[in-house]
């Protein structure tokens, strides 16, 4: 039987009806190259990282997972004197499905909420798959982390201030790093925000198949995403958590979480499935499921109605972590 879908926010269809033909639903393994070159590239050199002024913008290549190349870090602070002491960190992770993206991407964000709050942005490139499968993504964000927390002092930041964010795969990634830095005992971040974030390679859930063909990022490119990760792995029964966080047994011990996705989108049961369990394993977690939303439809679609207030909520979750 059809699933009929949820309908689309009628400001986000709008949008939609703009870019449809600049970005589909699907991609298949054989698009990936394409995609890597879209006009996304082009638009992300021309952004004002320093948010007019704002900020100081300093790439720092700094050392990767043991026998692996060095990662590249987009550290961004502000100009001012702290007024406050150390200032907290925004420890970004960029999305694009795990095969596309670089540390420009999506983190206009993570600066606008920056600026508001005071507070250093430092972006993690991370190796993309099919190229680097599996576990690269996350031993490279993990690395990225730990200088982060060694290295606070320079950037004038608190390193047991530090907060994870990441849209779709970055959001993904940002879940597993959690997950990762419990278990080996590294830095322990103050709180995770997921935005749509790909939790679950299985990609079997009842809004995976509602949302086929239609909105951003459907099935298909998701299938494509977790094959290049993880190959025959995917869907399988020896998927890592520290691959696919909605594969973890164990979700306690983590920090506060903040979890949004759009009612109208592929991600939306396994993000609700993730906060209830975070709930269920005795931890804080807050949960948006924005109605007519589509996937990354507060990037796509920043003037919406729909998307300031998404925006808003994560600022506002932001500022009362992180009392300011």
Not at 32 to 57: H, K, N, S, W, Y
Not at 96 to 108: A, E, H, Q, S, Y
Request: hydrophobic content about 45%; aromatic content about 6%; overall charge negative.
């Amino acid at each position: 039987m059809t699933q009929v879908p949820p309908p689309f926010d009628p400001e986000l269809a709008a949008a939609l009806e703009l870019i449809k033909d600049v970005i589909s639903p699907g991609i298949t393994p054989d698009e990936i190259d394409a995609a890597r070159q879209g006009p996304g590239i082009e638009m992300l050199a021309g952004l004002d990282l320093t948010m007019d002024g704002f900020f100081e913008i300093e790439d720092r290549a700094v050392p990767g997972p043991e026998g692996a190349p060095e990662i590249s870090l987009l550290v961004c602070r502000p100009a001012a004197p702290a007024e406050d002491g150390p200032r907290s960190v925004i420890y970004h992770v960029h999305g694009g499905g795990l095969i596309l993206g670089n540390n420009r991407f999506g983190v206009d964000a993570a600066l606008a909420w920056a600026k508001e709050l005071d507070a250093v942005v430092v972006s993690v490139e991370y190796r993309l798959a099919p190229e680097n499968p599996y576990p690269a993504q996350i031993e490279d964000v993990y690395a990225g982390l730990e200088w982060t927390a060694k290295h606070a002092a320079e950037l004038d930041a608190d390193p047991g201030r530090i907060v994870l964010a990441g849209s779709s795969a970055g959001g993904g990634l940002c879940a597993a790093l959690t997950l990762l830095a419990r278990d080996r005992k590294g830095p322990q971040p103050i709180g995770q925000l997921l935005m749509c974030p790909m939790l679950d390679d299985r990609n079997d859930t009842a809004s995976s198949h509602q949302m086929a063909g239609l909105g951003i990022w459907d099935r298909t490119a998701n299938e494509t995403g977790w094959t290049a990760l993880l190959g025959e792995l995917r869907g399988g029964a020896d998927v890592p958590a520290y691959a696919a966080p909605a594969r973890a047994e164990d979700l306690t011990g983590l920090p506060p979480a903040f979890l949004d996705v759009g009612s109208a989108e592929t991600f939306r049961d396994e993000v609700v499935t993730y906060a209830t369990r975070i709930w269920q394993a005795g931890g804080v977690a807050e949960l948006h499921v924005w109605p007519g939303g589509f996937h990354g439809f507060d990037g796509f679609a920043p003037q919406a109605a729909l998307s300031q207030v998404a925006r808003a909520a994560q600022v506002g979750w932001l500022r009362r972590l992180l009392g300011r």
